[in-house]
């Protein structure tokens, strides 16, 4: 039990966090569980004005520190032995990524932007840093020479030949296509980047031609997989081509890079593809681990962003139909946070009503719910959140709370119609 509290009091004091407000969370004796406790503080947050803040009167996200401490543990404990390195691109809130590098987590780039938030944290060193796309502008090489980040991904002889060109001392991580993953995935990430098994000498040879180090291979089975024993045949295709570096005569490759896939949300699998992937590891590189000093690592998005964060949004239209139809305007749609509604990573929205009035009894002991469609804010007919969504009678003022909405959704928002996603606040909060 110390580990979590340290892990706790490492978070307090990250970059992002320190210096913050950090609310306190209801205890288990007053919140059953994780989400009650956060809807309960969203309801102290929008409270009428006469607590300590100005009344709130727009959308926001909640983001618990201490569950993106308390998801280090079950990593540690799945795969032990795995640094993780935090995909940014899944969400980069500042907060978040200064948790996880005082957790101790390395860093998964595609771009200058995303290098510039790392570092700016100040506790996070070029060499926490893995710069993973297989196909990058010129210009961006150059960058990431300039910081000193000198490990990359490649798919391709093209590529070989730029970073020949304008980062000569990078190491390189061959990504490979995993066969067969695809259609177990919610988001095929081998459809646009991989080397196919037939590519893979080519590559090798273009490397050692070309007096580049290739010090390890990557793959990535693709997000949310629905069947984790893809993660055996890629550890597989991956250990053969350790073997075929050495027959080419390439040194010894010491980084395995497991890649993501992986989701901590409710009816998620990573207890089984950590079974799997610890059996597949010993099966196929026992005999080079850890004696020879292969590092294995992983690129986990979903895992640590998916579930820590929560979004509270604002009623403020409202559309009778009848006695049984009704639709809702709120302050964040499909343009904004709730973009993983209609994006590909199927976001299922099971909005919980905050309601300021009192629930109507219909007389059968339970409340009363109408067929609700909900929209978000834009005049675009497509900006439709919930459709036949059983709600309570709300009023406008009222709030609904959407929860685990960290995985690709602020990221992903924008202004459209004027509509400005990126003033939204976030509120830190926290049990301990």
């Known amino acids: 039990m110390a580990e979590a509290p340290a892990a706790m009091l490492a978070v307090l004091e990250a970059p992002g966090v320190k210096g913050r407000e950090v609310l306190r969370l209801a205890p288990p004796r007053y919140a ?21 803040h100005p009344p709130v009167t727009r959308a926001f ?5 201490g569950k993106v401490a308390e998801l280090f543990a079950p990593w540690r404990h799945g795969l ?5 390195y935090y995909a940014v691109k899944c969400n980069p809130n500042p907060a978040l990524l200064g948790a996880l590098s005082a957790l101790g987590s390395g860093f998964d780039c595609a771009s200058p932007a995303e290098m510039d938030a790392v570092l700016a944290l100040g506790n996070v060193s070029p ?28 798919d391709s002889v093209e590529e070989v030949g730029k970073m020949k060109r304008f980062h000569p001392t990078c190491k390189l991580l061959l990504r490979l296509k995993v066969s067969g993953a695809g259609g177990e995935a919610v988001l095929d990430l081998g459809t646009k980047y991989g080397a196919r098994e037939e590519d893979v000498a080519p590559l090798l040879c273009a490397a050692r031609d070309a007096g580049m180090q290739v010090c390890g ?30 027959v080419l005569g390439l040194p010894p490759m010491r980084i395995l890079d497991i890649g993501g896939g992986f989701t901590a949300a409710a009816g998620g699998l990573f207890e089984e593809a950590c079974g799997v992937i610890n059996v597949a590891l010993a099966r196929h590189f026992g005999d080079i681990m850890p004696g020879d000093g292969v590092e294995v690592i992983g690129e986990p998005g979903h895992y640590f962003a998916e ?4 979004l509270a949004a604002r009623v403020f239209g409202k559309r009778t139909h009848g006695q049984e139809e009704r639709e809702y305007w709120i302050d964040d749609g499909i343009y904004g946070t709730l973009s993983c509604v209609i994006n590909v990573y199927k976001y299922k929205p099971r909005p919980v009503p905050m309601a300021a009035a009192a629930p109507a009894d219909d007389g059968s002991g339970g409340e009363t719910t109408h067929l609700s469609t909900v929209f978000g804010p834009t005049l675009d007919s497509l900006d439709v959140v919930v459709q036949g969504y ?5 009023r406008i003022g009222d709030w609904l709370v959407f929860h685990d909405v960290g995985a690709y959704t602020t990221v992903m928002s924008c202004n459209f119609n004027g509509f400005s996603a990126s003033e939204m606040k976030t509120y830190l909060a926290s049990s301990a």
């Open 32 to 52: 059953p569980n994780e989400k009650d406790a956060v809807t309960s503080l969203i309801r102290r947050i929008v409270a009428a004005p006469g607590n300590d």
């Open 61 to 65: 996200n909640v983001l618990d520190i």
């Open 80 to 84: 032990k032995g795995v640094t993780p």
């Open 127 to 154: 060499d926490r840093i893995v710069y993973a796309n297989p196909c990058k502008p010129e210009s961006h090489i150059t960058y990431a020479a300039s910081l000193g980040v000198n490990v990359t991904t490649f």
């Open 217 to 246: 291979v990557a793959f990535h089975v693709g997000c949310k997989v629905s069947r984790v024993d893809v993660y055996d045949d890629a550890l597989k295709a991956a250990r053969e081509v350790f073997d075929a570096a050495v």
């Open 307 to 310: 579930t820590p964060f929560t």
């Open 390 to 394: 059983p709600l309570p009678e709300l």
